[in-house]
């Protein structure tokens, strides 16, 4: 079982920058893969950023270029940074860990990120 709390979301004008944080409860070196998926009103969840423990990174198109995915495997925790946002990013970001062993996958609750003027 992983416990994922998500934090940092927020209001944040065009332009901005946010980065949000999700925290597990093991370790994420065990972990085959964090991601980040997000899900605006409307639409369907969609991958915006995955990182696996063997360093493969890989980002959705539309955020490419403006948001970086990192991790800090001491602290446990995966970070989002949001650059540049647009009114389009605006969404709730969730945290997902994927294990391969049992094909187990997990979720955080949700931050609730805003992009308005």
């Known amino acids: 079982q992983v416990q994922l709390v998500e934090s940092g979301g927020g209001l944040v004008q065009p332009g901005g920058s946010l980065r949000l944080s999700c925290a597990a409860s093991?370790?994420?070196?065990?972990?085959?893969?964090m991601g980040w998926y997000r899900q605006a009103p409307g639409k369907e969840r969609e991958l915006v950023a995955s990182?696996?423990?063997?360093?493969?990174?890989n980002y959705a198109d539309s955020v490419k270029g403006r948001f970086t995915m990192s991790r800090d495997v001491a602290a446990n925790t995966v970070y989002l940074q949001m650059n540049n946002l647009k009114p389009e990013d605006t969404a709730v970001y969730y945290c997902?860990?994927?294990?391969?062993?049992?094909?187990?996958?997990?979720w955080g609750q949700g931050t609730q990120v805003t992009v308005s003027s």
């Open positions: 997902n860990a994927a294990i391969y062993y049992g094909s187990r996958e997990y």
């Open positions: 093991r370790s994420i070196s065990m972990i085959n893969k």
């Open positions: 990182s696996t423990n063997v360093g493969d990174t």
